[in-house]
């Protein structure tokens, strides 16, 4: 299966860029998340931890996402 992406260019360049950079930005979420996690199994005030770890897996689901396949 080959897939085509086409952007018109210069006038979406900023679509193009979030397309180009979608692998990058889903390292830093798993990153992020790895972190959070870490924070909260070592005590260190684990309830603002928690919440934005809540947060952000109720932001990437309701994005129709998955932070870890």
Same mark, same amino acid.
């Given at each position: 299966?080959?897939?085509? #992406? +086409?952007? =018109?260019?210069?006038?979406? !360049?900023?679509?193009?860029?979030?397309?180009?950079?979608?692998?990058?930005?889903?390292?830093?979420?798993?990153?992020?998340?790895?972190? #959070? +996690?870490? =924070?909260?199994?070592?005590? !260190?005030?684990?309830?603002?931890?928690?919440?934005?770890?809540?947060?952000?897996?109720?932001?990437?689901?309701?994005?129709?996402?998955?932070?870890?396949?």
């Amino acid at each position: 299966m080959i897939g085509v #992406l +086409r952007f =018109r260019l210069p006038a979406e !360049d900023d679509v193009w860029r979030d397309a180009c950079n979608g692998w990058k930005w889903h390292g830093i979420v798993q990153d992020l998340d790895n972190q #959070l +996690r870490g =924070r909260i199994k070592h005590g !260190d005030e684990r309830g603002s931890y928690q919440e934005a770890r809540d947060l952000l897996y109720e932001l990437v689901h309701d994005s129709g996402l998955e932070i870890w396949e």
